[in-house]
């Protein structure tokens, strides 16, 4: 049986990175579930998705509380990450557990490679 208290770990830290850093918690539950917990890539997915859903509400209702969500882009673009989700749900499904894995570190290699040159000129135009 999966220790409650990692879970429950894996939760506060990847809810409070979702909301404050705007990454999107699924970055941290994917990751922790597999390297932590052991999940097979497609099973730390899906899991993932499940519980990012009761975060992402929550998350979003104190940002709006606090007047900080673009309606008029939300909705439309909410729509369209449906279709997507729908499509990349269906491919991920199709894809071998190992080879999403590579697909998935490769994504977050690129992705913080390419914040860490945004900071960077950042960091150099402000000194």
């Keep these: 049986m999966i220790d409650l208290l990692v879970l429950v770990a894996i939760g506060l830290v990847a809810g409070a990175l979702a909301a404050s850093l705007g990454i999107g918690g699924g970055v941290v539950f994917v990751a922790a579930l597999a390297l932590v917990l052991g999940f097979d890539q497609h099973l730390a997915q899906g899991t993932s998705l499940a519980v990012i859903l009761p975060t992402a509400s929550v998350a979003t209702i104190g940002h709006t509380r606090a007047g900080r969500v673009d309606w008029r882009l939300a909705i439309p673009t909410g729509v369209a990450g449906i279709v997507g989700g729908l499509i990349g749900a269906k491919t991920a499904l199709a894809i071998d557990g ?14 913080s490679v390419r914040l860490a040159i945004q900071a960077w000129r950042v960091y150099r135009s402000a000194g």
Excluded at 98 to 103: G, T
């Design 98 to 111: 190992e080879v999403l894995r590579r697909l998935f570190s490769i994504a977050l290699f690129a992705i």
